[in-house]
DNA sequence: ATTAGCACTCATTCTCCCTGAGTGCTAAAT
DNA sequence: ATTTAGCACTCAGGGAGAATGAGTGCTAAT
């Protein structure tokens, strides 16, 4: 049988009206909304061979028709509108982003948290872990005759600082030679090379200057280490509860544990294929058993010159996907127009590398 | 009307019975199991009696009892048993917080989750804000020839960091004056009085010279707001939703919606009467609409020699109030046991003032 | 003072029936 | 050869009663 173009327009007819009501979708309604005259019946007869060919189902005999997941997908990939932000929204979007210039994930928090609000979903976010960052210097700051400031700046211009205390006094020279030897051995070194340099160095060095070394390049490493994990947030899980498809708890509970579960939710599919800035995943497409019955929606952007993040909605099947992918697209757009390319981004205020995980 | 001990008892069986099930308790349930050797009949009688009184309710005519807030409150005060923790349940505890001393803030989090986990509420913390916080030092880093990091400290050991990059050039003796003037103008001021200093220098000092100054009051202006602000923080919401009091989305979404919501949820009560340290408010006793049929259990700690933080458990007002205190008064022992007394915690690798919020 | 017994109440559950949206098919109309 | 009107049929959802049973309050006996 041949996907005419009626039949694909009624399907298409199928897909909205179906997101915008949450009921099955019958002849009549389509005849009304369409825009093709054509009476309920042909109609019928059209819906017929879309069911027959696997665009549609039927949840029993006489109800109405709702999309497959190939129904979905063909709507997806070809026949869904541009969806056109109103200038509201996109006003919107900017005061969230433009608000201020604050550290990386501050922002990208804050962008998650509106995007969940305009689109009603959930929205997860992740920054995709850098393979290798390493530390481009050190800084030790003398407060106390027992307590120093490290300052720790990585080659993605993340900086770091934390509150050193000891047992034993430190006196300025000495941290002036402790600081020239991180700023010799230790820099532009890996997560795993710095830990071996720092055996290394605890066979050839005295007790106390390696206890004071090792402190500080502990710290290094916990800041490496964070940079490299990958860090998932969910946010606006709630809106969950707004859809009719969760309006019974147990539906919406074995979701909603998964995204509240941070270690859980770092299993979402937050990679795109190479080249690919914006992907769809729906429902069964989902490999994980929790997503069963759900889409993602997601975006990439970048991060500087060679990091990218990833950005997405979570929402049932029928979601609308015209609305979402257009408003997640432009957010993805100006995240990438804020921290894409060149080291940091310009601001009246200068920029913050700290703070980012 | 005498509240006998009789009476004591049995009420303080229909809360337990009730915080167990969920449903009205009728008297043939009590007679099982409080203990006492008493007839149906004779409960009968004595919870018409209680009921009277005001310690209980009846949903309606023909069904058992339920603990009215009074009821509560008595059993709350009265009446509640000691609950012991697991030794499973300490372990639990101690593992999350000794993980690794990491930033304040993270170890709040940590606490929240696990003490979410084990009590199946919904879980709030908040660091009681500090009056008067004043930046001690500042310190200034150069990068490059157009970008320095700035350090700025609090005199509550908060140590934070900002890249911040200039559109002219900067030399190192220029750096040197900046910090110079910073260090003698603007420490020891609060939040207020350093926006009139600024304002007074605004006037008189060279154009340039005052951009790079304002650049770093602005951000330590930023640092002493952070620590000002109230910063509540909820975690595990979605444990709502395993209580039979929230099966019925319409209860759970309003409430849901009040936690999930950061400036909503900075309504907590979060305060505590002087010197007391441990707080239940039950039901209607919580002022806020949203939390009408919900109660707050709150305890708070102690962060360093000058700061409280407090932490709390939100559930319906049946709830297990015993176990609850058990481990909230556990888990702020422990945290004032951390932080508490001494400006920052003992630990191996020393500690950290920064990213507090 | 306590308890057994009994009539009564009422939320909940189940059953059964009705309604109406929607279908598929057939026959007429274009 | 399509398209459309008409009609019989299906079936989920909703509402009205009836049955159920947990629980009560009261009375009379212990």
Redesign the pocket.
Known sequence: MELTNRKKRILRAVVEIYIATAE?V????VAQQAGL???S??I??E??DL?EMGYLEQP??????VPSTMGYRLYVNELMGEHRLTMQETQRINDALNLKMEELDRVIDRAGKVLSQISDYPVFTAAAPKKRVTVKRYDLLMVEENAFIAVVMTDNSVVKNKLLRMPDQVSDPQLQMLSTVLNSSFVGLTLEEMEDALDQMETRSAPGAFRLISLVVQFAMEVLNEQASQNVHTLGITHLLEHPEYKNLDKAKPLMNYLAEENEASKLPVTLENGQNMNILIGPENVNEALKDTSVVMASYDIGDNMRGVIGVVGPTRMDYAKVTARLSYFADSLTRMFGKGELPPGDAGEDGSEKD
Chains 1, 2 share one sequence.
Do not use: L, V
């Not at 029993?60 to 028709?65: E, P």
């Open positions: 099955p019958g002849s009549k309604a005259d054509i009476s019946a042909t019928r007869n819906m017929a069911t029993h005999t006489s109800a109405g028709r």
